[in-house]
């Protein structure tokens, strides 16, 4: 079975590789990333957050060429999320592409309503990005 998908993007008028190092760094998620951690810190090979969703890990790819910043969040009850997000080559810019998955307990008001926190946490890494590094 397969989940209905959003994929929601940004685009950032940095160099990608600028915008790819600043966004797959975990420290850096509480900066911009409101609907996922509020604070992180590192436990061996995962990062703990806290969240509106409680305690979750969070496990990310591998750093990579590619601008692959797919990250796993497992909350505190032992479901697991995994949450692509890209950093691709726009122009001379970047595009910041989130996919967000539909849950099957969740309805299309809570799914749009996700939909805008992910948006939102988008809008504010570009103001972020190029309010410091443009």
């Known amino acids: 079975m397969t989940l209905s998908a959003k994929h929601i993007s940004v685009s950032i008028n940095l160099d990608p590789k600028t915008v790819y190092d600043f966004t797959s760094a975990p420290l850096n998620m509480p900066k911009w990333a409101s609907g996922l951690s509020e604070s992180i810190k590192k436990e061996n090979d995962h990062w703990i957050a806290h969240s509106s ?51 099957p307990e969740k309805n299309e008001d809570e799914f749009n309503s996700d939909a805008n926190i992910v948006q939102a946490d988008l809008i504010k890494l570009k103001k972020i990005l190029q309010t410091t590094l443009e």
């Open 53 to 103: 969703m409680g305690k979750v890990t969070i496990k990310f790819s591998s750093p990579n060429e590619w601008g692959v910043i797919d990250h796993d969040v497992t909350l505190e009850n032992g479901k697991t999320f995994h949450n692509p997000l890209r950093v691709l080559k726009n122009g001379k810019g970047a595009e910041v592409v989130f996919t967000l998955y539909r849950q």
